[in-house]
């Protein structure tokens, strides 16, 4: 009786908001009704509520709107190849990982791909951070196209309301290495932190939810001195550019990747309670779509024979810009990077897109782990699943040699 009262609590939710994409949620999600969350406390709900809502994040009323990101006419072929013979039993860490997806492409063909959770290829996921190193994209665009003059240009060039903040000496680099200086706390696991503060932050009229927030944040250290993990930073990149380029970041995205790099589903991207994309998170697309952003990325993020990026940008963007204290590994512009040329987009709770251009490699996984946001060990066995794809890789090339 109590699953039915809540079960009815969360549909009448739903009908008092006049939220008409019910019925276009899948099966299981509306099966997992009785867990969807009703609050906006992400980073607090519980395994379950996460389960059925990262596969719906753009459709629940407790949530600002989306804004969609049109695909093009013609998807990108993701060919099978042969299947990917790895020294581990795929369905056991799939299992640890709690994994909706893993898919592994290797030299263009899908080498593996599987679905779990009641997720399936027709989905969309949530992308958590993994969106900043699509806005790092959208960066590189914006030089391109013009619309953003120098890398060292000034945020406050930009975004005229942040002057007379912490922001008035950050460059465009500094913002998206990171190195900001700006004082900014980014434990998912403390409520009063800025990263869950600044979702539920009312800003003053005609101004930015973000940019009322962070302009009020004072400056730790020097600005380039000292990388600090922030998301509002990211989140104020995406500001910039739609600032730069007087568009929606998500007609932006379906402008400059969407579409020219070959995506077969429309992707979603949430906005703030003032209508600015979340650019530090929340796109909600397909699982192989995220499979196919790497690829673009693999490609050297090329449209119609040209990238879209200045020449060199691209390998400054995914190589070591800055020293986070972790051996072999650093940051570059809202890329996680190895020291073996390889490199990541990584988001909470176990989002990730792997890519190794020397082995011509692509993982691309979504997970609900199970111990929260960042889970030591699930991310340690992903870090081990990502070597052990290698070593397969680099077996079947020393046995073809052979």
Known sequence: MKLKKIALGALAVILVAGVAGWFSLDKETRGLLATVPTNKDLLFWSQPQRDAAFRALDRLPILAKARAIPAGATALPLPPGPPLTLPLDVDAYMAGQRSAALLVVHDGKLRLERYALGFDGDGRWTSFSVAKSITSTLVGAALRDGHIRSMDDKVTDYIPQMKGSAYDAVSIRQLLTMTSGV??????????????????????DGVDALVSYLRKLPRDVPAGTRWNYSTGETNLVGVLVTQATKKPLAAYLSEKIWVPGGMEQQATWILSRTGQEISGCCIQAASRDFARFGLFILGGARANGQSIVPEGWLAEATTRRTDINRPGRGYGYQWWTYDDGSFGAIGIFGQGIFIDPKRKL?????????????????????????????????????????
């Open 183 to 204: 004082r900014w706390n980014e434990d998912y696991s403390d409520p009063n932190s800025d990263v869950a503060r600044f979702n539920n932050h009312k800003p003053e």
């Open 362 to 402: 692509v993982i691309a996984s979504n997970a609900n782990w199970a111990g929260g946001a960042r889970d030591p060990r699930a991310s340690a066995a992903r870090e081990a699943f990502y070597q052990a794809v290698q070593k397969a890789v680099d077996d079947e090339a020393g046995k073809q040699i052979e």
